[in-house]
């Protein structure tokens, strides 16, 4: 963020009322650099001002209007408009790469738990195999033995 700001402030013939501009930055109570913000409700709706950048989460009530009585105060209102919206982009671009990290990390450990269920599900297989092959033997081995006593009695 600071990289497209300082871009912003060199850039043509005007860097020196850029930098002025930049000079003269609104600082909220708690120190970070103030945004700019609509009135949404009330007598004062529609009406510019700074407030805290980390409001509603922070209990900084910074609130001062914007009277946009010169034009360097105008031009200082556009530049911390742009440069709010470009902090809020970054935010939501963070939050999504964030969540995307987190997706991503819990599809690998999904995926993990899934190779571990289909080799589970695999010796499950053999073991139900070799037990019916069991099953079978001693099966046959009941009617061999079964079959040797019946021989054995009409023998004897």
């Known amino acids: 963020m600071s990289a497209r700001k300082g871009c912003s402030t060199r850039s043509g013939s005007s860097s020196n009322s850029s930098s002025r501009l930049l000079q003269h930055r ?12 609509t009135v949404k409700n009330g007598p004062n709706v529609g009406s510019k001002f700074y407030g805290c950048p980390l409001w509603p989460d922070t209990k900084c009530e910074m609130f001062k209007l914007i009277d946009g009585s010169n034009d360097v105060e105008d031009l200082q209102v556009q530049l911390l408009e742009k440069n709010t919206t470009i902090a809020e982009m970054e935010v939501v671009h963070k939050l999504k790469d964030d969540k995307i990290k987190k997706l991503q990390k819990k599809k690998g450990s999904l995926e993990e738990e899934l190779n571990v269920l289909k080799c589970e599900m695999s010796k499950l297989k053999v073991d139900m195999v070799k037990e019916n092959t069991i099953k079978a033997n001693l099966q046959l081995a009941l009617v061999i033995v079964y079959v040797f006593f019946i021989i054995m009695y009409y023998l004897k």
């Open 26 to 37: 609104v600082k909220c109570n708690c120190g970070n650099d103030a945004v700019i913000r």
